[in-house]
């Protein structure tokens, strides 16, 4: 079955402590992003990749890292968490960056206290 | 910068009867169009889409109009039923740096018996 696999689904955490997110997709997708979902902001993008190793700002990239090392997976970073990134995130794979769907995760909620 | 805009945060429509769903954009770059639809705790499923160079596109009680000198796109359920709660995004991309898909903010349509 074609899908995105996130997670875990919740979290938890404190203020500073570095967490990462997973996220992976059997389509053999080329673009890969991360988003957050904020009342009444909708979905931004964090970060996008367009290939292996190939990765670039999305429109709220400011405390977050990602990497693309391998097609499949394309792990979101918070290396010091803040109460302000207390959000709904999603991971979202295209086949490439021309016109396609994209196909999301199921989400992660994390909570920073 | 809003590029894609949804003015309405709700809906509310009698089921059996016409939901139509609006989105404005502002990028002259775009011209791939998407609806997505969100159920709570689920991750946003592709709903339909539209190129620039269509006007409409149909798929079952699902249509998506295309106002390219308006920058204005419309998605129209016919007729609506109860499952179709949920809250709608409509999102545009283009190709090259315009590549990346951006949202709205979303529409939350409540379908009542």
């Known amino acids: 079955e074609a899908q995105v696999t996130q997670n875990p689904r919740y979290l938890i955490t404190v203020t500073g402590k570095k967490l990462t997110v997973t996220c992976s997709q059997n389509m053999n997708h080329e673009y890969m992003s991360w988003y957050r979902q904020d009342p009444g902001l909708g979905l931004r993008q964090i970060y996008y990749s367009m290939n292996v190793e190939v990765t670039d700002k999305g429109d709220v990239p400011e405390g977050y890292k990602v990497s693309r090392k391998e097609k499949r997976n394309f792990p979101l970073i918070l290396e010091s968490p803040s109460p302000n990134q207390t959000s709904l995130y999603f991971c979202?794979?295209?086949?490439?960056?021309?016109?396609?769907?994209?196909?999301f995760g199921q989400g992660t909620r994390l909570t920073v206290v | 910068d809003q590029q894609v805009k949804q003015n309405s945060p709700s809906l509310s429509v009698q089921e059996g009867r016409i939901s139509i769903l609006n989105c404005d954009y502002t990028?002259?770059?775009?011209?791939?169009f998407l609806w997505y639809k969100k159920y709570p705790a689920e991750g946003p499923t592709f709903l339909i889409s539209?190129?620039?160079?269509?006007d409409k596109n149909e798929d079952g009680r699902f249509t998506v109009f295309l106002n390219k000198s308006a920058k204005h796109l419309s998605l129209h359920i016919v007729p609506s039923q109860p499952g179709d709660s949920a809250v709608y995004f409509c999102a545009a991309h283009g190709t090259g740096t315009a590549s990346k898909l951006t949202f709205g903010t979303g529409t939350r349509l409540q379908v009542t018996l």
């Open positions: 979202a794979s295209r086949l490439d960056r021309t016109n396609t769907e994209a196909f």
């Open positions: 539209i190129s620039s160079i269509k």
């Open positions: 990028n002259s770059m775009f011209d791939y």
